[in-house]
């Protein structure tokens, strides 16, 4: 996957490595378009919610997407709760898996975590300047550190087979297109 649009509205960008594909965002508001998707096929310091650590290695999906609607803020009420419904359907599309969600904003397989979702919004009275969509997904990884490997798992961990990374990047963008309107 490298550079490419999506259906002439998302601009994807992969990288190698990065240390979070939230923060390259972040770092980067200035230079990149509404409808942006990061990347990175390894992150080094991936961050998940309250400053928690994603462990992203080359085998899963780190990505973010940044959206500069300045639409007003109720437009993004239950916008986390909506991706995570969104991913859940993507996946059952794809596979006829069920993943759980664990409200607001995580997605369980077999009772553990293979997925979460971070969104951070910004604004200035009740107008979003932006918001940033950033999702850990983990797909083909087998081996966690023994700090998670109890509360961790992954397609290919639960099923014993390759997941297409590419594939499924494709759909949760697909799905969250839909519930992202206000762009």
Known sequence: MNEEKINQKYRIRVYEKLSS????????????ENCTVI?????????????RSWYSGSNNIAMSIIY?????????????INIAKSI???????????????YPNDLLLNEKKICGILTEINTISKRVNYLIISIG????EINFDNEINKIATSLKKEYKKDFDKEKIIYKIIEKIDKITEFV
């Open 88 to 102: 859940k359907e993507a996946i059952n599309e794809l596979y006829n898996i069920e993943l759980k969600i664990k």
């Open 39 to 51: 990347i990175a096929n390894r992150q080094t310091a991936g961050i998940g919610t309250h400053g």
């Open 137 to 140: 997904f983990n797909v083909n």
């Open 68 to 80: 500069k609607p300045n639409c007003d803020i109720t437009k993004l009420d239950g916008i986390t």
């Open 21 to 32: 594909t939230h923060l390259y965002v972040k770092d980067n508001l200035d230079k990149l």
